[in-house]
């Protein structure tokens, strides 16, 4: 006699390698490993270089440090001869030096609202920074606030002008020498001509809204306002 089939007895053999959910696991397992190494005596650039030879991630963070000298490694999450993937992240951090005084950080404050809120030039700046009549701040807070400041002077540069063109309706000469004079915004000749070159601005309708404000406000000659 045959037995009958039946399904519920039925035996299915198979094999591992090709059920779902091994494959990724395999795959990690067949990554090469690397031994990490003491990076404390190393640069950034070095460190890089290492990384990227032995196809390994660096997450960097910095923090302040009053031991551990500025730009040198203060930890790293695998320690020397601990063993990783290939394609795996390691964490770095590195120091930025002592963390500085109240007065520096509070002027370091005040310099990137001027620069955010007031698109200020470096040394205007820095001349509000130390004035009596501004901040008040030590010379050395100031030039601590100005070193670390991150702005672009450029970019306030070119605010500035658009301001002096859509509210002022100045001409471009008068632009330009606004922006580098120190009595005005204080810019570098650089910085100012990236401004005039950038600017979108209708030197036309500038000249014509000045003429009526004279016309309206002073009641100049057709001749006196040319």
């Known amino acids: 006699d045959v037995p009958e089939n039946n399904p519920g007895s039925s035996v299915s053999e198979e094999n591992p390698e090709n059920q779902p959910g091994n494959s990724a696991g395999e795959e990690e397992n067949q990554k090469p490993d690397v ?5 404390s005596s190393m640069t950034k650039e070095e460190i890089a270089a290492w990384a990227a030879e032995h196809k390994i991630t660096c997450k960097v963070t910095a923090e302040y440090s009053d031991t551990i000298a500025e730009g040198s490694l203060i930890s790293q999450s695998k320690k020397a001869d601990e063993t990783v993937k290939e394609g795996d992240t390691i964490e770095l951090t590195f120091s930025i030096g002592k963390k500085p005084p109240v007065e520096y950080m509070n002027a370091l404050k005040k310099a990137e609202s001027y620069s955010n809120n007031m698109n200020m030039s470096k040394n205007s700046i820095y001349h509000q920074l ?32 658009e301001s002096y063109s859509s509210n002022l309706h100045m001409s471009k000469q008068k632009i330009y020498k606004q922006l580098i004079s120190e009595y005005g915004e204080k810019f570098t000749e650089e910085e100012a001509q990236y401004a005039i070159d950038t600017l979108q601005a209708d030197y036309k309708a500038n000249a014509l809204e000045k003429a009526k404000s004279y016309r309206d406000t002073m009641n100049m000659s057709k001749d006196r306002i040319y």
Do not use: M, R, V
């Not at 031994?35 to 990076?39: G, L, M, N, S, V």
């Not at 130390?130 to 970019?155: P, R």
């Open 35 to 39: 031994t990490i190494i003491d990076f």
């Open 130 to 161: 130390t004035s009596e009549y501004g901040e008040n701040f030590s010379e050395d807070a100031a030039q601590f606030a100005i070193e670390h400041l991150q702005a672009d002077y450029k970019a306030n540069a070119l605010a500035k002008a």
